[in-house]
């Protein structure tokens, strides 16, 4: 019986061979004189950005430099539509390498742990931003890893695969590796490879698995796509190299890690194409991409179908977890760039009226990019957004952040204390003390300007005292008079002989009070002895002394107070 299914499997792959003799081969390169080849790898459109990765060899198998590319005359054509070809360069985005592990309890145990050191040689070698996402392919395809660039996740989830009961589904799988790309296109690597690992003996016994490997399933994901089939006597299943136009790589099991390299290397000559979308061709559509070089030795072109559907979405939280009073842990939507550790990268701030910003004191990226910690202020209990600020993304550094895109978060512990208060407010409370300060400072010199008025008016009261003779009853009088809710004060000092007459008419009167609440004649200053009285004339002309009406004569005082209608004035004697 076992000897009966390698017969029909011979039988079958040999009747392959003969239709791919009859059958034209499923070229991308339409060289008119055999001097050089040229194919696309993939296409990534993030509209409004659009890169196309591609190879160009001479006949011996070297790559052209992009000067001689570019000299030859590159053109390349979105739908009808002719696109900018001038940024041509060396390929060097990120890789995303999905590896797709055929794990089955049929494989012999050493070609196994072979074929798990293989792809650890993958990981191992990668660069530094290159992206690696595993999965097991035996009783259908499940993932074990999601794509990520951390190298220590990387080994313990490659450690962590079994094998295990089950037949492979490719097509299953092919669905399953779709679908990841669809749902994380713009988290994952601009460039992406499949490869699938597995065994020559289920190659070679397993009809629809062989046919599947055999049908262009990279051109429907638009990736690249590898299968690295582990035997023995690769030398005999080498016609699937020839079938399926280098897709199929047979070789020994413990050679399947040479060839993944191989692939890295290879894919390190490759070009890469930068272009913009015009806004006319965006939509959930597809659209046909020709690539051509008319003079590079032979009329090359190569042609692929793309989805125009994605757009470029700006890097974001997409969730945020409290992990203690003063750290946040951030998820990003995408890969940020390792160097976006900077606090004034992220704001955090409260969603109510006060919109009170919580400090950023430390930031920590992992290796991935996929997620932030913040060590930041202390953390109350409300509602808060968070966001980025000017944070570009790993994959495209031309992709930055805006603030306009913020994540909300509430914490729902750590009530308010004094704490909480004392940290929204402290700016307002510092405002008002020095406000405060600066009101007093002002009020000591005006009282210093006034108590020095004061003593120079005594001064000049008693040297004119004692140079003149009294012939009338006379004193010398200082008085220091404002209206009401005016911070300006006026000043009027004199010798008072026998009475000075107080109102609002300069005519009938000593001293003129411009003061519409001031009778023109509204008392009288009377000298007798050594005392001084203020003396009322009107009834309807009231005179307060020290905040208290007066009739008549009343005697005063240093110091007293008088008020007429809006005005006070204080005396100095």
Known sequence: MKYLRYTLSAVWVLVLCLLVGFAPAAETTTPTSGAGSFRVEQIYVNVPEMDVFFYAQDAQGNSYSPMVVQAAGLELTLGDQQLDTSSLGQADSPICYLVAMDNSSDIDPVDFRQMRGAIWQLIRNKKENDQIALYTLAGGAACVQPATSDANALYTALAGITQADGQIDLAGAAGTVATDIQQDYQALAPRKAVFVCTDGKRIVTNPALLAGLL??????????????????????????????????????????????LDKQQMFATALELRTEVPESMYGERQEIVTLAVPSLGSAVKSTSTVYMGFRMEKPQVTKVEVLRRNTLRLTMNQAINANATR??????????????????????????????????????????????????????????????????????????????????????????VFVV??????????????????????????LAGNEE???????WVTLFWAQRGS???????????????????????????????????????????????VQT?????????????????????????????????????
């Open 343 to 432: 606090p004034q990268f992220y704001r955090v701030a409260t969603n109510d009226i006060w919109n009170w910003h919580v400090p950023v004191k430390k930031v920590e990226i992992s290796e991935d990019g996929r997620t932030v910690t913040l060590t930041t202020g202390e953390l109350y209990q409300g509602d808060y957004h968070v966001a980025l600020n000017k944070v570009a993304s790993r994959m495209s550094p031309a992709n930055v952040s805006t603030l306009r895109e913020e994540t909300d978060f509430t914490i729902a512990v750590w009530p308010r204390d004094n704490g909480f208060y004392l940290a929204r407010f402290r700016g307002p409370m510092l405002l008002a």
């Open 487 to 533: 911070i300006a004060e006026s000043r009027w000092a004199g010798m008072v002989e026998s009475s000075l007459m107080l109102g609002s008419d300069a005519a009938q009167c000593d001293l003129c009070l411009p003061d519409p609440k001031v009778h023109p004649q509204h008392c009288l200053l009377c000298v007798r002895g050594e005392a001084l009285l």
């Open 215 to 260: 049908t262009d399933v990279s051109s429907k994901l638009n990736v690249a796509m590898y299968t690295f089939v582990g035997s023995e006597a690769p030398d005999t299943i080498s016609v699937l190299n020839t079938l399926s136009d280098g897709r199929i790589i047979p070789c020994k099991m413990r050679d399947m890690g040479s060839e993944l």
């Open 437 to 462: 300060l600066v009101l007093g400072a002002q009020w000591l010199r005006l009282r210093r300007r006034d108590r020095t008025a004061e003593q120079a008016a005594e001064a000049e009261h008693l």
């Open 537 to 573: 004339l009107e009834p309807d002309a009231p005179v307060f002394v020290n905040g208290e009406r007066i009739d008549g004569e009343h005697r005063l005082q240093n110091n007293d107070t008088l008020r007429l209608g809006r005005t006070t004035i204080r005396l100095v004697l």
């Open 469 to 475: 003779a009294a012939a009338l009853p006379r004193r």
